[in-house]
């Protein structure tokens, strides 16, 4: 029997991807798609969707529980993607990531609550653990690492985190947690490392690679995150935690080697600049609780295959990328949202 799921975020890049999973592979289930479109909400990401009758869509900032409270009780689940997610950003200014991340997940929250929302799931990350050595590669984040996030972006998602356990514990809510590793994937903004660095090689621009480029991080496809979110929803433990990660790490040095060679350029495109300000060294998923107690594994996240068709998307979707730059897509969300789909 299927049920309406309540998606926060579901213009952005793994919201969107969420939001096609389910209307793809789910086809009993109905949802409520909420996005406050700021800079990295794009609604041309979801444009084959937009008349379908099963994808309402939502224009409301999540901090906003007038409308919230219209939209709630609509809804018998909730998957809470809605968060400013761009370290850099977050180190210029970090009042947006709080406002968004720990008050925005606080209304969520309270409405779930008022609204006896049957189950809701907070979508984090592994920022949330800190960093792991680079020089012992045993050493995994595990649910029961310590949470010792390092910058103003991880600490705004740990503060959501940790709202989320603390609902749970106090008002008995049916809520899930989930700690990805880095996603990649087609409709990703233009400012994240893949489709910034193949929209750069692509232009015969250089790519900016932070410092020595030894930062290591866990690559997971978007859909096997979004089959592991659904995973999550339908069967994980009340008040529990589960990494979701790919088995995939690699340096950023490698990672930029490797877009470079999809690209068809060579190592003088690479210009090294100045690093990140308190730039973690190495994330690494453990993902064994996931597999043993909900039989998940990732499926599409394999290298190379998988960065070779991530790449090849870009390339054949330039026009939906110049799109984001440029801004054309909330014109496209003006002519096709104007008839009632968008509420502001």
Known sequence: MGQTILVTGGAGF???NLVRYILEHRPDDRIINIDGMTYAGNLESLADFADDPRHEFVHCDINNAALLDEHM?????????AAESHVDRSIHDPSLFLNTNIIGTQC?????????IKRFVYVSTDEVYGELPLDDKSQLFTESTPLAPNSPYAVSKTGGDMLARAYHHTYGMNIGITRCSNNFGPYQFPEKVIPLFVNNLLEGKKVPLYGDGRNVRDWLHVLDHCEAICRVLDDGKPGEAYNIGGNNERSNLELTKMLI???GRDESFIEQVPDRLGHDMRYAIDATKIR???GWEP???AWPEALEATVQWYKDNQTWSEHVRTGEYRRFMAQNYAQGRSET
């Open 299 to 301: 499926t599409r996240s």
């Open 292 to 294: 043993d107690e909900l």
């Open 108 to 116: 969520m929250l309270d409405a779930a609550k008022r609204h006896g």
């Open 73 to 81: 009780p609509k809804a018998d689940v909730v998957l809470h993607l």
């Open 261 to 263: 060679d999809l690209c």
């Open 14 to 16: 793994i919201g969107s």
